[in-house]
């Protein structure tokens, strides 16, 4: 960062004592009650954008240099990119002077907005030039470093598939001499707004996105892109039976307005001879991207001269509060409900875990909204059962599995409470019990949900017999997956949930559980075909106390089988956990 420009007449060791009066504004010196005295003029500083065009090239250079495998990742991706634009483009081209073609461009537009807007929420750490608080110690204007970030944000896979796009939906919908014109000055005009927006976004967000609500944040991001797939496919369905493009035309009435879309709008206005319309269009874009530049600007002057209010101490009553707060909640909830010993406090710290860590907690809500969404969804669209109420089951379940590696290292002070098999039975049973204190009624709601939306109440019983017996299936078989395939759940990366060399023993332990549980499960499912194909369907209610006991006994069981196993092979946990 030493080969960034300082202000003139200033050096590096005073830029950092003048840096919030180069971040000041006027009204800061009219308000001593004098003019400010004139600065004595000096060599002209050296324009600050290719300075920073250079670093971002000097830093994605440093990356791909760092190992061979990363630079052939780059290139695959870069690949796979480019293969992808091209097939949109063409797709796109071939779309020109079709019926619908104006609201396919201007809504791809609006997602991609969309997409930019979202993105430094999801992932801060894609780009590290999107972290102003970098350039805090650096006596840099806040408009001259505005201009030199904003081109070098165009530098990127992200911007060239934003602008192939762009030059794409200009192509399909330019129809005249005038339209392609406007398209020349809507193409990159657009794509200003969304590389403004992503930075006006992540500058105001920095202090969060850098913080650890942040990276749950980012973890998170993985749910949001699987609900959102079944939103798309949901909204994709109920698009083909209403006939077509021709049903989204009112929204993209609306959304034509809205920039970068109506920059995108602009090309199809004058396309159609509304050229009052598409100067409207073009002036509202502009318009929004300087609103977005004077936002971007204020961030990055609070950002530098404001303080950080994560150092500020906090007041002695607060803590006091907070600490009066710590006795309550489900801890002592769980404490008067258990007897004493070791079960409430297992719970309470499984069930903490999944409230606080960030891997844990990304792994229960994406459980949590995939078991809901992929029943009811299948529901509403009547293409589903009510059996696949048992999916919600299934995908909590799988949270049993590899429980010692989601204590990743801290799992030594587990191990030294564990001197028999019975300090075993107990660790794994507390910890099954936290995992049915959600699990069992979330079932319970999700199966009854399903019935409602299906008008399948006769179904119930057998559905909710079929949940619990997968459930308890399940419990067992991630106890003994546990005990005897564990591995390590690394914490530096959002990304990975599986320490290098391990990838073997996590496949054994979830998909080898799973196909246990599935045979534990054939006794009920031979019971529930049974019934459905003799004459006693009218008691297939036997199946909901049946599938309960069952799924009971079996989740007993395992614990039983695994309590052993894990207080013998302490050591070999403990180092498998460990690892990464």
């Known amino acids: 960062m030493s080969a960034v420009p300082t202000e003139p007449g200033t050096t590096g060791a005073a830029g950092a004592s003048g840096a919030s009066g180069a971040f000041g504004n006027a009204a800061s010196a009219g308000s001593a009650g004098g003019t400010a005295p004139a600065v004595p003029s000096g060599p002209a500083a050296p324009s600050l954008t290719p300075v920073f065009v250079r670093l971002k090239l000097s830093l994605l250079r ?55 807007a979202v993105m430094p929420l999801f992932f801060p750490s894609g780009d590290e030039t999107l972290d102003p608080t970098r350039l805090v110690m ?18 990127g896979l992200g911007p060239l598939f934003t602008l192939c796009l762009l030059a794409g939906s200009a192509v399909a919908t330019a129809h005249g001499a005038g339209a392609v014109a406007v398209a020349v000055l809507a193409v990159p005009l657009a794509l200003l707004v969304c590389v403004a927006l992503a930075r006006a976004v992540a ?24 609900v959102g797939v079944q939103f798309v496919n949901f909204a994709a369905q109920r698009l083909g039976d209403a006939g077509g493009l021709g049903a989204l035309d009112p929204v993209t009435g609306v959304v034509r307005w809205l920039p970068p879309a109506a920059a995108l709008g602009a090309v199809g206005s004058v396309s159609e001879g509304a050229y009052g319309r598409a100067a409207a269009q073009l002036l509202l874009t502009a318009g929004a991207l300087a609103a977005l530049l004077y936002a971007w600007q204020r961030s990055l002057v609070k950002l530098m001269t404001a303080p950080d209010g994560s150092t500020l101490d906090a007041g002695q009553p607060d803590r006091a509060r907070t600490g009066a707060a710590a006795g309550r909640g489900p801890g002592r909830l769980l404490a008067s409900v258990f007897p004493e010993g070791r079960t409430a406090p297992v719970m309470k710290r499984s069930l903490r875990y999944v409230w606080r860590d960030p891997k844990t907690k990304a792994a229960w809500a994406t459980s949590l909204a995939i078991g809901l969404i992929v029943p009811l969804f299948n529901a509403v669209q009547g293409t589903g059962t009510i059996y696949f109420a048992c999916f919600a089951a299934g995908m909590l379940g799988i949270q049993m599995y590899n429980q010692f590696g989601q204590d990743t290292s801290a799992f030594w002070m587990v191990a030294l409470t564990i001197s028999s098999t019975r300090d075993a039975y107990l660790e794994l049973r507390a910890r099954a019990l936290a995992l049915l204190v959600v699990t069992l009624p979330y079932a319970a709601l999700v199966t009854v949900a399903t019935a409602a939306v299906l008008g399948d109440w006769d179904a119930l019983p057998e559905a909710l017999g079929l949940s619990f017996a997968l459930l308890g299936a399940m419990l067992a078989t991630g106890a003994v997956a546990s005990a005897r395939f564990p591995y390590s759940i690394p914490q530096d990366s959002g990304y990975k949930n599986v320490a290098p060399g391990q990838a073997g023993l996590a496949w054994i332990s979830i998909f080898g559980g799973m196909l246990g549980a599935a045979l534990l499960c054939a006794p009920v499912l031979a019971l529930t075909v049974w019934l459905h194909i003799t004459d006693l369907g009218d008691r297939t209610w036997l199946l909901l106390p049946v599938g309960a006991v069952y799924g009971a006994l079996i989740a007993l069981g395992g614990l039983r089988l695994a309590a052993p196993r894990t207080a013998r092979r302490l050591p070999e946990i403990l180092a498998a956990v460990s690892k990464g």
């Open 138 to 155: 650096l006596p840099l204007r806040p408009r001259p470093l505005v201009r030199a970030l904003l081109v070098t944000s165009l530098v």
């Open 203 to 226: 500058a105001a967000n920095i202090r969060l996105l850098t913080s650890r609500k942040g990276r749950d944040l980012a973890v998170l991001s993985g749910l949001v892109i699987a």
């Open 62 to 116: 440093n990356g791909l240099r760092q190992s061979s495998g990363r630079t052939a990742a780059y290139v695959a991706t870069v690949v796979l990119v480019l293969l992808f634009t091209a097939a949109q483009v063409l797709g796109l081209v071939l779309l020109r002077s079709t019926a619908h073609v104006g609201t396919v461009v201007v809504l791809l537009t609006a997602v991609l907005a969309l997409g930019w």
